[in-house]
């Protein structure tokens, strides 16, 4: 086991960015906030907020006219709503590069959606005419943010209201601060692999041909400088999580873990568990149904190895994620 590995209830301060208006602060271009109830009352009590706003940093003022990108989808230009003569691009992306820095470190970062900065993704940009091109973009910021730490979990506001992705933005949060504080702030080899057995099924559930891909990459790992191996590792693993999993794949990770209680539960049993999971494949019930009678079993029958496993609790069960 990673030496500095926490219990996962205890994690209670992942550096997590978000933009500040969606934290609370009043600095929207009409002097007012856009809280998320989600970031402040689900979120909040594991993550620790550093707020950012690149509109103010650059200078534009509370309040402020309201800003649009105009031009080239893959190069807008940032002006006035009402004076697309005027080019700000320089003036925010001159405050982008500052705030950048001191992103480093973070475990994922909340963006505002719809926003000329910080908006993800479906940001309008409009030609010279006044109307919007069909192809949407990203904010600046949220561009830049993108380019300089591909690795890190983003998502905007507006998407966290979905449960789906709302519970794979966290998952993969915890997944990011895990790898960071267990692998890459004391790297070794013995602590990655540690890593990677931990979340075994996790990954499975999510892209098989990337955990295998990913167990092929660490068996021949003794061959690989670490300097170079780490980085593969991790930019491969947060993709391969990105995507939310299947009720279809789920049920297949949790018929393999079944086979560790096919010796230590009674055979009527293990059949009534199948059926909570034909239940969860069709839809009738939530994932923590068959999760939580799953659970159950293992931490009654299950060897240190699967008890270990970061798919039965990926983060904290109070969240509700999997409700």
Partial sequence: MVANMKLISEITDIPVGISACVVGEEVRFNGGHSQSKICREQLASHFSYKPFCPEVAAGFGIPRPTMRLIGDPENPTLTYTKDSELDLTEQLTNAIDPILKRCKGLDGFILKKDSPSCGM???????????PHAQR?????????????????????????DPRLRENFVMRVFAHHNFRTEVLEQPSL???????????????????????????????????????????????????????????????????????????????????????????????????????????????????????QRYLEPYPAHLGLRN
Avoid at 226 to 233: I, K, N, R, T, V
Avoid at 258 to 267: A, I, N
Wanted: include cysteine; hydrophobic fraction near 35%.
């Fill in 121 to 131: 993704e479906r940001v309008k940009i409009y030609q010279r005419s006044g109307y």
């Fill in 190 to 308: 013995h602590n990655l692999l540690q890593f990677h057995s931990s979340y075994k099924y996790l990954l499975m559930a999510h892209n098989q041909t990337a955990y295998k891909t990913l167990g092929k990459m660490l068996a021949v790992a003794k061959i690989e400088p670490l300097e170079s191996l780490l980085p593969a590792y991790h930019q491969q693993f947060m993709e391969a999580i990105k995507k939310p999993a299947s009720r279809g794949s789920h049920c297949n990770v949790m018929q393999h873990i079944m086979g560790y209680l096919k010796r230590s539960v009674e055979s009527r049993v293990r059949r009534d568990i199948l059926k909570i999971f034909e239940q969860y494949r069709l839809g009738e019930v939530n994932l923590i149904t068959p999760m939580t009678l799953l659970a159950h079993y293992i931490n009654q029958n299950g060897s240190e190895y699967i008890r270990t």
């Fill in 137 to 161: 973009g990203s904010g600046l910021f949220a561009k830049a943010l993108i380019e300089r730490y591909p690795n890190l979990p983003i998502e905007e506001d507006g998407r966290l209201n």
